[in-house]
């Protein structure tokens, strides 16, 4: 069946402009992760979403992230006022949480800011 | 969740068995094993997971100590596709927590 799948696959845009990634989670999946990997990195945990509600923005970097998700479905990570520091590729994953915990990922949007 | 270590790289020649040792020693009695790879450029892909006996799928085997206290995951027979990053990672199931990436055992299957 189909998998996580995100968009854009690659983002490039200026220092200071706003960007919008979305993820597709796989159908039926409740759980929703949002994760970054910076060049050489390990990743780096954003956001988790349960249904619609987010009890977990532990992770968010700043107040320049925020993240919704509607629908049960897909989410989009927006992030205002774009530094440099946020190029990176950010991770969608998804789980379908009451039988399976095990997470599944997306292949990732490298977003590069200049 | 329990820290994991695991050697930073490893080399396996191709059509050999690639075992990649990972330690837990202070993993809980409700806390999974589990392993996820990432190949270059890629979103990290799932492998196998389990508790505390030994687990094998379609991907691999998975080998629990019992005292649980270290795994390992074998690759029966490395391709030059399985060069990747593989993560060893113990985590509670059904807490909504992420999943807490080290840095991993880099794999290079050599020709």
């Known amino acids: 069946g189909a998998g996580v799948s995100q968009s854009p696959s690659n983002k490039v845009t200026e220092k200071g402009k706003d960007v919008e990634l979305r993820c597709d989670p796989i159908s039926g999946h409740t759980a929703l992760y949002w994760y970054r990997q910076s060049l050489g990195q390990g990743l780096e945990f954003l956001i988790y979403?349960?249904?619609?509600?987010?009890?977990?923005k532990s992770g968010l970097p700043s107040d320049r992230f925020s993240a919704e998700r509607t629908g049960g479905s897909v989410s989009t990570l927006t992030i205002q006022r774009t530094q440099q520091e946020d190029s990176a590729v950010y991770l969608c994953?998804?789980?379908?949480?009451?039988?399976?915990?095990?997470?599944?990922f997306g292949p990732g949007t490298r977003l590069t800011v200049l | 969740d329990a820290k994991t270590t695991q050697p930073p790289s490893m080399d396996c020649a191709e059509g050999r068995a690639a075992n990649l040792p990972c330690n837990h020693s202070?993993?809980?009695?409700?806390?999974?094993v589990y392993w996820y790879r990432q190949i270059h450029s890629q979103g990290p892909q799932y492998i196998i997971h389990?508790?505390?006996n030994n687990e094998t799928n379609e991907m691999a085997s998975l080998i629990i100590t019992e005292d649980r206290k270290s795994s390992t995951l074998i690759l029966p027979h490395a391709t030059l596709r399985d060069t990747a990053v593989y993560y060893c990672?113990?985590?509670?199931?059904?807490?909504?927590?992420?999943?807490?990436f080290g840095t991993g055992t880099s794999l290079t299957v050599i020709p």
């Open positions: 979403f349960q249904g619609n509600s987010a009890p977990d």
């Open positions: 389990g508790l505390k």
């Open positions: 202070t993993i809980s009695g409700n806390e999974y």
């Open positions: 994953a998804s789980s379908l949480y009451r039988r399976t915990d095990t997470q599944y």
């Open positions: 990672i113990v985590r509670v199931e059904y807490t909504g927590n992420q999943f807490y």
